[in-house]
């Protein structure tokens, strides 16, 4: 996971270094920060709350008993558990992405000279590469989930949105939106099951507080 200051950052500066990464921000921005923006949506009105396992409880009451933001946590310790699933959890995301928008795959230099229909597509160690790291970016993001710094998390958010603005990327709700139902998906096809209401009701709540704080970010830099 990329590390991040806290300390004010000077875009313009950095715009070519921006540009230059432009291709893999989008999605592993929005990854990350979904898991680690839990803390803030679920955590900023009880910082005393008690992690329960769910070695203490049943399933059922695990459930109904967890704060969103524990839901979060826990069903990625599922997905987790899928032998291989930086590279199994990757090519489902990003197929996803394919399906429901196509021409998102102008983002990425690893389609070059590919569909996103060919398998040799995923295949190819530039893809596994890519996906690998953005599912492992979602990993540590949601280890800072469970111990995290709500100032330095809403900080990062802010910056992910307005560093999207500085490379060019003149991103619209739609653009997160996407992202986001990727996401979805993607935990849907993986914890068949397991991927209750509640728990897909805590990633959307979760999604939603880094959309709205990287679009905070970005209308900040631009005003």
């Known amino acids: ?4 200051s806290t300390q004010h950052i000077s875009y313009t500066s950095q715009k070519s270094e921006i540009m230059a990464n432009a291709r893999t921000t989008l999605i592993v921005s929005g990854l990350a920060a979904a898991a680690a923006a839990g803390y803030y949506a679920f955590v900023k009105k009880d910082e005393l709350f008690t ?3 769910t070695d203490d409880v049943t399933e059922e009451e ?12 826990d069903s990625w310790e599922v997905v987790k558990a899928i032998d291989n699933y930086e590279e199994v959890a990757g090519e489902l995301l990003f197929k996803r992405i394919f399906e429901i928008n196509p021409e998102a795959a102008a983002i990425f230099k690893f389609t070059d000279g590919y569909e996103t229909t060919d398998e040799a597509l995923y295949a190819q160690e530039a893809f596994k590469k890519h996906a690998t790291a953005v599912v492992s970016s979602v990993t540590a993001a949601v280890g800072l989930l469970e111990s995290g710094d709500l100032t330095t998390l809403v900080t990062v958010l802010k910056e992910f949105g307005a560093k999207h603005l500085a490379a060019g ?4 709700k739609a653009h997160y ?8 998906d993607t935990l849907a096809a993986a914890l068949a099951a397991k991927f209750t209401p509640k728990v897909k009701q805590a990633w959307t709540a979760v999604y939603g507080v880094i959309t709205e704080n990287m679009m905070a970010g970005a209308a900040e830099f631009s005003s």
């Open 51 to 53: 992690k329960k396992t």
């Open 1 to 4: 996971l990329p590390q991040h």
């Open 62 to 73: 695990s459930e109904d008993e967890a704060n969103p933001h524990q839901l979060v946590v």
């Open 177 to 184: 939106d996407l992202v986001g139902q990727a996401l979805l």
């Open 169 to 172: 990327l003149q991103l619209e």
